[in-house]
């Protein structure tokens, strides 16, 4: 049977972008070690508990440990873009001052300080570093409506495939409206 490819990709950035918390400061160091800390975890995790995923998850074709191949990546820090959350009542943010609260931390400036720390704490880790800040740094009409922090599913779908594609089929952006049309 062929090998079944699991890739297991990892990240964490908005919500330490986006938190009040003084341990954050302004280095983001402890978001440095807690990547670190995760990927040794997962990784510790995957290698003694192969047999177990595998058994769970097998189908009768594929029923051996040797035959999952498992591959952790790291999904870079995304650009924030606080121009995109309107000063209205949104079902999202609710009133006005609750999304003025919960965009305080939410900067250019702050997101490429901790893509500068992911990047460094994470060079000497042997895993891919999916850098997307950039595209999505261009990509704030991708968002999904009034939020300035998640992406609509096709942008982030069209950017995992730049890395690892196995699809025949192409992702046609040309074919999707990605305006948003309203404010409800």
């Known amino acids: ?8 990709v990892l990240g964490s950035s ?6 009040n918390d003084a341990s954050q400061a302004n280095t983001f160091e402890d978001h440095a070690i807690a990547c670190r800390q995760l990927i040794v975890a997962v990784n510790d995790f995957l290698a003694h508990n192969i047999t177990e995923l595998v058994t ?18 790291w999904k870079s820090v995304t650009a924030v873009h606080p121009h995109i959350v309107i000063d209205r009542h949104t079902k999202w943010f609710g009133p006005p001052h ?3 609260k919960r965009i305080r931390y939410m ?13 460094r704490a994470l060079r000497d880790v042997e895993i891919p570093f999916l850098d ?31 890395f690892y594609s196995e699809s025949e ?3 046609d952006l040309t074919t999707i409206d990605h305006r948003y049309s309203g404010y409800k």
């Open 98 to 100: 609750k999304a003025k």
């Open 56 to 73: 769970a998850t097998a189908t009768e074709a594929t029923a051996t440990a040797e035959q999952f191949r498992f591959q952790l990546a």
């Open 14 to 19: 908005t919500w330490d972008l986006l938190a």
């Open 169 to 171: 089929k192409e992702i």
């Open 132 to 162: 997307i800040f950039d595209a999505t740094y261009l990509s704030a009409d991708w968002h999904l409506p009034v939020d300035g922090r998640h992406y609509r599913p096709e942008l982030n779908e069209l950017m995992l495939n730049w």
């Open 107 to 119: 900067s250019l400036e702050r997101s490429e300080l901790l893509h500068a720390v992911q990047q």
């Open 1 to 8: 049977p062929k090998p079944i490819e699991v890739l297991l």
